[in-house]
């Protein structure tokens, strides 16, 4: 991959050096615009003389690709790129881009440049993309485009194959079309492959899908992708406050929607803040800040757990041995917890269930049946796994303690009753995090808070306090039966 | 949404009850598909009368709808429809379906239905359908189409239209066609919004595009998506070994990859084994098997910092209030090394660096300046943290250690050296963490392992022994330093 782009650089520079502008076009003809612009991507962009030779480019390729074309590039080769390029050509490369995207860069863009776009760009165009810079991060209306092509419901087949042929190029796809009334008001869709069937001489009116599916500008990305997921398909219609068709939007949008909502889902799962940008782009400091905040949570939120364990000094002071189950407990439960609330996370996303009291009961019925078989095998592994720890001397009772606080009792009893303990935990911390694992993704979707951000520290800070209270109150209920003494 | 589908359901079955054919027909073009389909899954599978329902809908509407319509049903009712339907309608049915969805479904049915479709498939459809079932399970055979468009190199742009309108309706997808010569390589593929804005008289080897993307059907599903995603791709060819054109995936197809993707490495983070199906439709005993190993097998690697713990008993029995931040420690580490990990295992799954040395490095060393930024702030407030919990006597340290073996010490210097020990071992753990976050990814990856499944585990249990080794190591130091007596 690597060789191949450096070689592709080369090549388009050497015909730029030597001016065979042929050359050059062939090389955008023959490959995808997103592999050229990748290789360029590695200049530096203080680098004056390649900057120029991508100038020259601009002036030598067509117009539809060296929009495409720039659309792939770094943004600061973008912005360098800019301040070179004349107003003509800044004026034409604006009008070829589709406004969606030039609404997104222009957001990355420092002043300057985008003074000098805004400038070159016609009113009704600077029109649609202020419009688009209006919408809130994250809804249908950010992502949306607002070139696609309506027709007129009375349209014949013919003429509309005609329109699409005219104004085609333009817009963002022709595979879906949709269809007005009189009033303007959208009253269906239509696929370009229904068209090519249809009857040449039939009205639109009558061939278009009138049970569509549409959004409101507000709907949340993250919702639209459902819709497209379920219905498969092309594009959506985005409807406005009155009903009125404003923009669509289309697969590829949906692409990256969906793969930015599972970066968002598997960046909290990992205890990361969501970053606006990729890894590669986000500066260090900007990264520190976006590990920190949820480590120094966590540490204040184990205060609890600090505080318990505290308390149960004097235990671990009477026999030291208790102490070295601590962590084992401690992760058991975690992983538990997150394994269950991790299942229902991701089939709330998928749909898999609903938000609702039916979905929930039904879940957490599942869930109490799966901990009873997983608490079940874990505990009598766990008892053997403890019992195997003394035998091999992994785990030793101290001398002391048997001799003066256990008054000399057999070895083997402490083992089992250390043993028991620590299983008897094992079990009811897999189930209690079972149950919080089904109950906390469902609590805080309700109350409209991202389950993969809130719901695991939670779990694991109140599984602790769990785990660590039964850990102790069943080791001093065996203490008490036995008669041992405390320190 | 669930008392649409209630009403759905009613609709639907009122109409057949009745008899009202011309209505059955109407609610299948008002209402999506799926959308029926759901309200009629919540049907009871054994429930007779309303399978005999469904049998009427079979004979009722048109075939095209009725495949589309049986392929959202859930496997349970498929196969209790199949039993009941008769051999010619199975036929038509078989017929009308994509064979990458026939090829799904017979794997999952019953022997007897398996038998009854396959008596009921005609000889060349079944042979695809045995090819589709013969790919390995994620490949680019497994999951392609065998139903798409070839033209000739020489047809006429306007031949070609009206080919599509003949064939067309039995196929995936014709928004990509793709154009073959005589010996029948694949010379080219073709856009249809290509072809309706190609002159009619041009020849398709002149009009289509012959630098297209192609994958064997070998390649892996992901890298499938990836490249799909890279060129925003509506569909690609699908090669066989002699480089012939076998199949063609489509781009809803890879939606679905893309999801199941995702989901798989969300359950490998959350320590659950990747269903094969989806939440509701696994079982208890199943889910159970899909969390117990990682559990019992984290517990088993958790006997080396057990172990360690063991042979520190004689530090904790001097000071039990050492034992309380065990537990903290070992999350912070846990936490830092899973943010790193995230991050790295992500950026390699998007292609935002690549798995060689150059990427390696390059990560390596931002993730060191972040460690060096997240490992000071971090240190500088759990020195504060532990400092607050001393002064509060949240966290308090025995008499009998401050007069015994600190030989009467000022407390405030036991609090301080305490709080520094946790401190300098919270710092070399969150670098070491950051620095195993990134190795392990690459190391995981390049063994052709999944990192998102091996990597989090190593790491937890490394850094469980890293933490607690130093904070054991820090302390004794301490301890010396002060001339404070071990027991």
């Keep these: ?18 001016k065979n502008f042929p050359k050059v076009r062939e090389i955008f003809d023959t490959y995808p615009n997103i592999d050229i612009a990748d290789s360029v991507n590695e200049i530096d962009p203080n680098d004056i003389e390649s900057i120029h030779y991508l100038v020259y480019i601009f002036k030598i390729i067509k117009p539809a690709f060296s929009s495409e074309f720039f659309s792939e590039l770094d943004t600061e080769i973008q912005e360098k790129l800019i301040t070179f390029l004349t107003n003509e050509q800044v004026g034409i490369l604006v009008q070829e881009s589709a406004n969606d995207e030039l609404a997104d860069f222009l957001e990355e863009w420092p002043a300057n440049v985008v003074a000098k776009v805004l400038q070159n760009t016609k009113p009704d165009q600077r029109k649609v993309i202020n419009q688009l810079l209006g ?62 069937f249809a009857q040449s001489d039939e009205i639109l009116g009558n061939v278009c899908n009138t049970a569509f599916q549409s959004v409101d500008v507000n709907t949340d990305e993250e919702e639209v992708a459902q819709i497209f997921k379920r219905y498969d398909l092309n594009a ?61 949570i966590l540490m204040v939120l184990s205060i609890g757990s600090i505080a318990l364990q505290n308390q149960f000094q004097f235990l671990i002071g009477t026999l030291t041995a ?56 874990a505990a009598v592994f766990t008892f053997g796994f403890c019992m195997f720890l003394f035998a091999v001397h992994i785990v ?81 209920s065996a203490f008490t039966m036995f008669g041992w003494t405390l320190n």
Excluded at 325 to 351: E, K, P, W, Y
């Design 1 to 18: 991959m690597e060789e191949i782009s450096i070689n592709l650089r080369e090549l388009l520079f050497d015909a730029i050096r030597s």
């Design 135 to 196: 919408y809130k991060d994250d809804t249908a209306g950010a992502i949306m485009t607002t070139e696609y092509i309506t027709l007129f419901e009375d349209t014949k087949v013919k003429d509309a194959l005609n329109t699409i042929r005219q104004v085609g190029k333009n817009v963002e796809t022709i595979y879906t079309l949709f269809v007005r009334n009189k009033k303007f008001d959208l009253i269906g869709v239509l696929d370009l492959d229904d068209l090519v």
């Design 236 to 296: 959506i219609a985005v409807l406005n406050e009155d009903k009125k068709l404003t923009g669509i939007i289309t697969i590829d949008d949906i692409v990256d929607v969906i793969e930015k909502e599972n970066t968002e889902d598997i960046e909290a799962m990992g205890k990361v803040a969501p970053l606006k940008d990729s890894y590669m782009d986000t500066p260090i400091f900007k990264l520190a800040m976006k590990c920190l905040p949820w480590l120094l």
């Design 396 to 476: 030793e009772i101290p001398d002391t303690f048997v001799n003066v606080n256990a008054h000399g009792e057999n070895l083997t009893l402490i083992w089992l009753s250390l043993a028991g303990s620590v299983s008897i935990t094992l079990f009811i911390t897999i189930v209690v995090s079972k149950i919080l694992g089904v109950c906390m993704p469902f609590l805080v979707s309700k109350m409209k808070l991202d389950p993969a951000v809130v719901a695991g520290p939670v779990i694991t800070t109140i599984m602790d306090l769990v785990s660590l209270s039964m850990y102790f109150a069943i080791l001093l």
């Design 322 to 377: 208790v102490s070295v189950f601590l962590t084992t407990i401690c992760d058991t439960g975690g992983n538990s917890g997150s394994q269950s609330s991790t299942l229902v996370i991701r089939g709330l996303a998928t749909h898999d269930f609903e938000l609702n009291a039916k979905g929930f009961f039904t879940v957490l019925w599942k869930e109490l049946r799966v901990a009873g078989i997983v608490a079940s095998i």
